[in-house]
């Protein structure tokens, strides 16, 4: 059986407390984090014959850390065995092995790890794999303040109903079978949509 | 066992468990995992290829109670565990008691509580007194000693006492411990010119108490949404202003799940629409009294108000009831409404819609929404009254309800914005400042003001009050743990006034860091957090439980770091009142009084009733008891007779003769300041009518979420995760060559502010937003300009007219591409 994130995108502002107590918890530093919050937007506005203005302006966020791929493409990519996957899903780099080559960081379509400029070392969210020894959730989603993130048995998290599994900004889900269920926002757009934006790049 | 295992969002920690491969891999390890083996027991998972997995070093050690910054986020302070490890902190974690599903009551903190280890071991932190060497608000410093420091401050107060008299001495509000020890010590003195109001809502809690009494200026808790079918907020975000612990934040997105309509009136889509743009009605910054009038027009003409109900509560909602001074005159609210009144123009959804360009169907649509609900819970966030003329703003606002009788009951407000249901929170959390002897008060926001020219400024013209004037400049200045020179508007102004040694003569600071504002100071003293010492916190949260926290010094301030208590004691010392001052007992015994003088008190109110000794919360550090929803003003509506409201007439003054006296009296500055003894819309000073060919753009600011005003803006990992920006609508930004990420310069005739630019179509045209708090960097003697981007470079210093407090959201401006 293996495991997943769920995220409530009706439940998300967007307020990065999980990326806090993310960077808390893991002690990372402004240049590394393992969970990051795309702010997509669009939309438009219109400009009535009084000059009254309404708005077809939406935005929503995306609060995205590791998926746990079901065909992680880090895994396949490793040229040393050091990124694998446990068996019960969760994507892990064992730093015994890992020579920060990035080739990870380089296919992962979901930006999930990263080659710290500290460690040299191939560097990401690992499911909080000790809180889950101990019988805890992941850090993040015991910190979110609105009950957006979810983590459990990817089956059970998938038969929830009206729940994708991918919105814009993030791929469409037949890449890498990402082990993840999002329950869209109303305003949430597909994965191939040209119309939105992401409003934060510097922040992600 | 299974008590401690957690679950997550529709999906229970225990499933997880019971199906997980993990469990398999621990029994090869030969220990129990999960919810009740200890991390001590677990074994090292070498099987799986990967390195051995301990639990995370901070599991293991010594967890504290602790809290965030004491003052919190106005309602919301949460009770923090601290994991500490040879005397330093290595995590912070939220409060884990109670159920963390959806609906339940858990006051998980947000991402600034996250981030307390790094602000209390900032490298930054100032670690010893210093003294200035360089001009004020050149930063140039020199490490002193303690001695050295109480005994200039000392010397310094009793100098200016004699010279000046105690009228000469302010203390800027204190935001970091708000503990009155510095306040004891000016008194114990001989006391000091007071301060009234606050940054926060300095209009609103001015002129509310006018219309409604002391209790005018609150609201009823967010949790009365889940008794609501319509939420009007106004200018309102608790998604960024109250977004951890069991808060408004959290209310608002469980009323929401309930299926509750909710409706968010302001410029920019803020957070608490995001994802649910639906929810958002734009409008411009500034108008929202015109949208409040229109909407009260579209009910009063469509009959949809219970007059006699109104007149019931209120006095002057029409001629009926108006007082004897202000009959046959149609001075009421619904002659001014109906276009009867002064102005003789009817406030129609057509009148309104170019004021705030919302279109005339939509305002009525809303009113009409208004009119069908069951029980509204209409507020209004404290930006809308931060404005030219916002005290008439709030009031406008406030109407809505009492004219459609959503108020008085559950699931309503009054008006306000959303707040505690029970309100006696904060004596435990100070010791008791004693009596200030000097009676003379001007407003907090007039700080500069006094500094300048305090010996010209009036009772009429400039808001002091317990005299008709002030005797006298302020010549001693103790910013208290306040960056007010970063959060006031116009810092070159406050610049050219502080940076002066003749006029105040001497300022101290105590801060944690060398902040803008400390920056003028000619002593600064290194602060320390309420974690660091000995203290007793008031957990504010919405409205479904109070609490208190004891705290025992979780950590030891760094290097020479000293409690303000211990400071002001030694400088009482010196000057021979430590007697009257400590009163015999050390800061930790203060802390023992208070809990145990305010009990009696407490026991009386909702909740309290089980509420700890002082031996009990010493042991168990953490004390919450749930209290029953309750809505604001209920007695009063349940018996105006019976509990009448404490103003003039003890009912509701919709028509305010003392309101009515004061603008036949006062002095008003400026064409556009209005004190008006009813609601009223009118633009005031600098409002969007005010916008040029050179300075076309509006500019407001909001409370952002990566900061608490200024404090925390140092601590990187926040200001990466929400930067510093200027929301600029594609409207705008196209014409002028911006794109998003871009760096602009913002300017006005007050100043200029470099910032990134967000271009967005959260932010309606023709207006730009930032948020507030952003430290200044400024260079004054060279080319000016802010590298930091502080809103308040922009913003004004005018007064408003009745409160004499800030009116920062009205800014004109120009935005160009770097």
């Known amino acids: 059986m293996e495991y997943g994130f769920f995220f409530d995108g009706t439940r998300c502002t967007g307020c990065k407390t999980c990326e806090a107590a993310c960077k808390d918890y893991h002690d990372l530093n402004a240049s590394l984090t393992y969970r990051r919050i795309y702010d997509y937007e669009g939309g438009r506005w219109d400009t009535c014959d009084n000059g009254s203005l309404t708005h077809r302006a939406w935005a929503y966020s995306v609060s995205l850390s590791c998926c746990h791929c079901g065909e992680a493409v880090c895994v396949q990519v490793c040229p040393t065995g050091a990124m694998h996957k446990e068996p019960e899903g969760l994507v892990r780099v064992d730093h015994h092995v890992c020579v920060g080559c990035g080739y990870c960081e380089i296919a992962c379509p979901y930006h999930a790890p990263h080659v710290s400029a500290e460690t040299k070392q191939s560097e990401k969210c690992d499911g909080c794999y000790d809180r889950l020894q101990a019988g805890r959730a992941p850090v993040c989603v015991a910190a979110c303040p609105v009950r957006a993130l979810g983590f459990g048995p990817f089956e059970e998290l998938g038969a929830q109903a009206g729940c994708v599994r991918a919105v814009a900004p993030l791929p469409v889900e037949t890449f890498t079978d990402p082990h993840l269920v999002i329950r869209p926002a109303s305003c949430a757009q597909p994965s191939d949509d040209r119309t939105g934006f992401v409003a934060n790049p510097q922040e992600v | 066992m299974t008590e401690t295992i957690e679950k997550t969002s529709g999906v229970s920690r225990r499933t997880f468990l019971k199906g997980s491969s993990l469990a398999a891999l621990a029994g090869v390890g030969g220990s129990a995992l999960y919810g009740c083996s200890t991390p001590e027991e677990e074994q090292p998972l070498s099987e799986t290829g990967a390195a051995p997995t301990v639990a995370h070093p901070a599991e293991q050690d010594e967890v504290f109670w602790g809290t965030c910054k004491s003052d919190g986020c106005g309602q919301t302070i949460c009770p923090l565990r601290y994991h500490v490890k040879d005397g330093a902190i290595t995590l912070v974690e939220a409060d884990d008691r109670g159920d963390g599903e959806f609906g339940g009551v858990q006051a998980r903190c947000c991402l600034r509580g996250r981030s307390m280890r790094q602000w209390h071991q900032h490298p930054d932190r100032l670690k010893w007194p210093l003294k200035r060497t360089g001009p004020r608000g050149s930063g140039q410093y020199e490490r002193i000693s303690w001695d050295e420091a109480v005994q200039t401050i000392a010397e310094k107060l009793k100098y200016t006492i004699d010279t000046y008299g105690n009228e000469a001495i302010h203390s800027g509000v204190t935001a970091i411990r708000n503990d009155q020890a510095l306040e004891r010590l000016l008194n114990c ?465 919709v028509y305010c003769e003392r309101l009515a006296n004061i603008a036949a009296t006062w002095e008003l500055d400026d064409p556009t300041d209005v004190i008006s003894p009813i609601p009223i819309y009118t633009p005031g000073f600098e409002s969007y009518e005010a916008c040029t060919e050179d300075y076309p753009l509006y500019l407001s600011g909001w409370h952002p979420r990566q900061r608490f005003h200024s404090t925390f803006h140092n601590l990187e990992n926040l200001r990466q995760a929400t930067r510093q920006q200027l929301l600029i609508n594609p409207a705008d930004a196209e014409p002028r060559g911006i794109k998003n990420g871009d760096m602009v310069s913002v300017t006005n005739e007050r100043g200029e502010v470099h910032v990134e630019a967000r271009v967005t179509p959260r932010i309606i045209p023709g207006q730009v937003g930032m948020p507030e708090g952003a430290w200044a960097q400024i260079d004054f003697d060279g080319d000016g300009i802010d590298r930091g981007g502080n809103i308040n470079v922009l913003c004004n210093s005018h007064p408003s007219p009745l409160s004499k407090h800030n009116c920062s959201n009205s800014a004109i401006c120009q935005v160009t591409k770097l």
Request: charged share 20%; aromatic share 8%.
């Open chain 2, 189 to 653: 003195l001989g006391g000091y010119l007071g301060g009234y109001g606050s940054d926060s809502r300095g209009q609103l809690e001015t002129i509310m108490p006018y219309m409604m009494g002391s209790g005018g200026p609150n609201g009823s808790s967010m949790t009365n949404t889940l008794h609501s079918d319509l939420v009007i907020q106004f200018g309102n975000n608790p998604a960024t202003t109250r977004m951890g612990g069991a808060s408004a934040n959290y209310d608002l997105a469980r009323a929401r799940e309930k299926g509750v309509e909710i409706i968010t009136i302001d410029y920019w889509m803020n957070d608490s629409c995001v994802g649910h743009p639906e929810e958002w009605q734009p409008i411009r910054s500034g108008t929202d009294a015109a949208l409040a009038s229109a909407m009260a027009y579209v009910l009063i003409s469509e009959g949809a108000i219970d007059e006699a109900w109104v007149n019931k509560y209120c006095i002057g909602y029409d001629e009926s009831t108006m007082p004897e001074s202000a009959r046959g005159k149609h001075l009421s609210y619904k002659d001014y409404i109906m276009g009867t009144g002064y102005d003789m123009i009817p406030k129609t959804p057509e009148w309104a819609a170019p004021i705030t360009l919302i279109s005339a169907e939509r305002i009525t649509e809303l009113a009409h929404k208004l009119a069908n609900a069951k029980a509204a819970y209409i507020s209004q966030g404290w930006g809308p009254q931060r404005h030219g003329n916002g005290e008439s703003t709030c009031r406008a606002i406030a109407m809505l309800p009492i004219i459609t009788g959503n108020i008085g009951r559950v699931g309503c407000n009054t008006g306000m914005r959303d707040g505690v249901s029970v309100g006696l929170v904060n004596p435990f959390t100070t010791i008791p400042g004693g009596e200030n002897p000097v009676k003379t008060m001007i407003s907090c926001i007039s700080v500069v003001d006094a500094v300048d020219h305090g010996h010209a400024m009036t009772a009429t013209r400039d808001g002091v009050t317990g005299a008709d004037k002030l005797s006298t400049d302020i010549k001693f200045l103790w910013l208290d743990g306040t960056n007010l020179l970063n959060q006031r508007g116009d810092l070159r102004r406050s610049h050219e006034i502080m940076k002066d040694e003749n006029k105040c003569e001497f300022i101290v600071a105590q801060d944690m860091f060398m902040t803008f504002t400390a920056s003028y100071a000619d002593i600064i003293l290194p602060g320390i957090t309420r974690n660091e010492c000995a203290s007793v916190i008031a957990l504010a949260t919405a409205g479904e439980f109070v609490g208190q926290l004891h705290i025992d010094s979780i950590v030891q301030p760094p290097e020479e770091c000293r409690n303000m208590y211990d400071v002001c004691t030694d400088i009482a010392r010196i000057l021979g009142v430590e007697e009257a001052y400590t009163e015999g007992r050390t800061w930790a015994e203060w802390q023992q009084f208070s809990w145990e003088m305010y009990q009696p008190y407490a026991a009386q109110m909702p909740g309290y009733e089980t509420m700890p000794t002082w031996e009990e919360i010493s042991k168990d550090h953490i004390w919450t008891s749930e209290i029953e929803v309750t809505s604001k003003m209920m007695d009063f509506f349940a018996d105006p007779e019976a509990a009448p409201l404490d103003t003039e007439s003890g009912k509701i003054e």
